[in-house]
Nanobody, 122 residues
Framework: QVQLVESGGGLVQPGGSLRLSCAASGFTLDSYTIGWFRQAPGKEREGVSCIIGSSTYNADSVKGRFTISRDNARNTVYLQMDSLKPEDTAVYYC?????????????????WGQGTQVTVSS
């Protein structure tokens, strides 16, 4: 079964850290572009980070705080989130697309995970 499964979300205090995982099954991640997106309550879903091979791209809102990486042996992509802020509270999704072009255009991504909740609050 071809799918993406996110994990690692939870409740964290402002300034804290979390690491999200996006595990793939049924296909090999390293030949795809993988993106992380998030949707906050009452807002549209937005792109956060994406990775193509070893090249990474981050939205301005998370530059210097979030790091995307991949472990091909584990067929998993990670999103390390540091210096978290209350405005980072959202459901985080990973998604995959075949073309090796950096983009946060969501319609380009054909496979999505179910999402994991991240809540930043004191």
């Amino acid at each position: 079964q071809v799918q993406l499964v996110e994990s690692g979300g939870g409740l964290v205090q402002p300034g804290g850290s979390l690491r999200l995982s996006c595990a793939a099954s049924g296909f090999t991640l390293d030949s795809y572009t993988i993106g992380w997106f998030r949707q906050a309550p009452g807002k549209e879903r937005e792109g956060v980070s994406c990775i193509i091979g070893s090249s990474t791209y981050n939205a301005d809102s998370v530059k210097g705080r979030f790091t995307i990486s991949r472990d091909n042996a584990r067929n998993t992509v990670y999103l390390q989130m540091d210096s978290l802020k209350p405005e980072d509270t959202a459901v985080y999704y990973c998604a995959a697309k075949r073309s090796r072009v950096a983009t946060f255009v969501q319609s380009n991504y054909g496979l999505w995970g179910q999402g994991t909740q991240v809540t930043v609050s004191s």
